[in-house]
């Protein structure tokens, strides 16, 4: 079953879980569409994902984290 927001939780040896986020919820949390998304990560200015399964590729949310952290901050 698909969900939106769907997170899959892994475990790295002693490390805490690391999670990853599916598409739906990287442009949720990003406001990039699709293809932006796609677009920066060819450029190199937006994390890769990381294969999950055969046919299923996600993103570790610690790097997206730290891509938000690096952006300038908007003013007004």
């Known amino acids: 079953m698909e969900r939106s927001l769907q997170a ?4 790295d040896g002693g490390d805490p879980p690391s999670l ?3 598409l739906p ?6 406001g990039l569409g699709r293809s932006t998304i796609y677009r920066m990560v060819a ?3 937006f994390p890769c ?3 999950i399964a055969s046919r299923a ?5 610690a ?3 730290r891509w938000s952290e690096s952006r300038p901050a908007v003013t007004h």
């Open 25 to 30: 919820a990287v442009m949720k949390l990003t």
């Open 63 to 65: 790097d997206l984290d």
């Open 57 to 61: 590729v996600a993103w570790r949310r």
């Open 20 to 22: 990853f986020l599916r």
């Open 49 to 51: 994902p990381v294969r």
């Open 43 to 45: 450029d190199k200015r």
């Open 8 to 11: 899959i939780a892994s475990r």
